[in-house]
């Protein structure tokens, strides 16, 4: 069974930038489509950006667009979401997901669910404090 492991969160003042890697072992992750989430306390969980199988199409939420970017490294079977100019309101648990069924995950198709992917990681924790 495909397993996640996120890492790179931790604590940054507004305006500061930080990189979550998605790591997977003995599975390929370019087969699969990659979520990335975030839920607040409180907060339902929110898809903020996803990328296809082989990168043929990424999407952003609103509230991310043009902050975040998210990029694949075959090499290093890693899905990176490279984060910018963070706000206190980017804070919450962040998770990546992955799946490869004919699913809006698998396409990538805003806005993405929990029920849109098959595989999720442990969670790591952003907090965006000055």
């Known amino acids: 069974q495909l397993q996640l492991v996120e890492s790179g969160g931790g604590l940054v003042q507004p305006g500061g930038s930080l990189r979550l890697s998605c790591a997977a072992s003995?599975?390929?992750?370019?087969?699969?489509?990659i979520g990335w989430f975030r839920q607040a306390p409180g907060k339902e969980r929110e898809g903020v950006s996803c990328i296809t199988s082989r990168s043929g199409r990424i999407n952003y939420a609103e509230t991310v667009k043009g902050r975040f970017t998210i990029s694949r490294d075959n090499a290093n079977n890693t899905v990176y979401l490279q984060m910018n100019n963070l706000k206190p309101e980017d804070t919450a648990v962040y998770y990546c997901a992955a799946d490869r069924r004919p699913s809006r995950g698998a396409r990538c198709v805003m806005p993405i669910t929990r029920s849109d992917y098959e595989y999720w990681g442990q969670g790591t924790q952003v907090t965006v404090s000055s």
């Open positions: 003995r599975f390929t992750l370019n087969n699969y489509g």
